[in-house]
C-alpha cells in the first residue's frame, strides 16, 4: 500500500493530495502518518514550525538556539508520535515538548555564568548583543564581583582548544550570529554549531568549581 493513501475504517484507500493533508486536523495527520502517509508529518512541522520557534525566543531570548530547539522538539514528537493519545489536542502535546526544551535550556544557562548579564526576551529577532559585564548603575560591591566573574571567565575562556575559543567568544561575549561565525572561520554552519557546544560543555566545566 503507497503512502499517498487515505486510509478509510473499511480498508478502502484512494490517493490524497498534498492540499486535502493541509485542510486535516492536527490528529487526523498523526493518524496519517501512523498509518505511512509519510506527508502528514511534514505537514505538522511546517504548520507548528513558526509557532514554536517564536514560542521558544520569547522564553530564552536566542533566536538561533530556538531553532536549533526546535529541531529538538520534533525529533522528539517523530519519536514518540505512536504513543501520542489522540483523544487529547496535539498542539498541548507539542508546545509541552517545546516548553519543556526551553525551561532546560534555562536551566543549563542557569549553571553558567556568562547568562547572567545575557537581556533576556528582546522583541527584535535580529539583535545580537554580547555579554555585559558591568552595569554602570550597580553598587561598588556588584562592580567589584562582576570584575571577579570577568577574571574567572577570561581565565576559563583562556583553557579552551584555540579552535573552540573563537567561536566562542564570537558568539557568547561578542553575539556574532553563526552565519558570521562561519563566515569569518571558514567553516560550515553544522562545524560552528559541533565547535560551540562543545566550547560551552568544556567552559561549562572549567568554570563549574569556581562559582559553587
Not at 81 to 89: E, G, N, S, V
Request: hydrophobic letters at 40%; proline letters at 3%.
Amino acid at each position: 500500500m503507497g503512502t499517498a493513501a487515505l486510509r478509510y475504517a473499511k480498508g478502502q484507500t484512494r490517493f490524497i493530495s498534498t492540499k486535502e493533508l493541509e485542510g486535516l486536523d492536527d490528529v487526523s495527520l498523526v493518524s496519517q502518518y501512523i498509518a505511512g502517509e509519510s506527508r502528514a508529518f511534514d505537514v505538522l512541522f511546517h504548520r507548528y514550525r513558526t509557532r514554536l520557534l517564536n514560542f521558544i525566543n520569547r522564553t530564552i531570548g536566542d533566536r538561533e538556539r530556538s531553532e536549533d530547539l526546535v529541531q529538538e522538539a520534533f525529533i522528539r514528537v517523530h519519536r514518540h508520535i505512536a504513543r501520542f493519545d489522540r483523544a487529547k489536542k496535539f498542539s498541548t502535546w507539542v508546545y509541552t515538548i517545546a516548553g519543556n526544551l526551553a525551561k532546560n535550556e534555562l536551566r543549563n544557562r542557569g549553571r553558567n555564568p556568562i547568562v547572567l548579564f545575557q537581556a533576556m526576551g528582546t522583541d527584535h529577532d535580529d539583535e545580537e548583543r554580547p555579554l555585559e559585564f558591568e552595569d554602570p548603575e550597580s553598587r561598588p560591591d556588584d562592580l567589584f564581583e562582576q570584575r571577579q566573574l570577568r577574571e574567572m571567565i577570561d581565565g576559563a575562556v583562556a583553557q579552551l582548544p584555540a579552535h573552540h575559543q573563537k567561536v566562542f567568544v564570537m558568539r557568547e561575549l561578542e553575539g556574532r550570529s553563526y552565519e558570521e561565525i562561519a563566515a569569518l572561520t571558514d567553516c560550515n554552519l553544522g562545524t560552528v554549531k559541533s565547535r560551540l557546544n562543545r566550547a560551552r560543555s568544556a567552559f561549562a566545566e572549567v568554570i563549574e568549581p569556581a562559582v559553587r
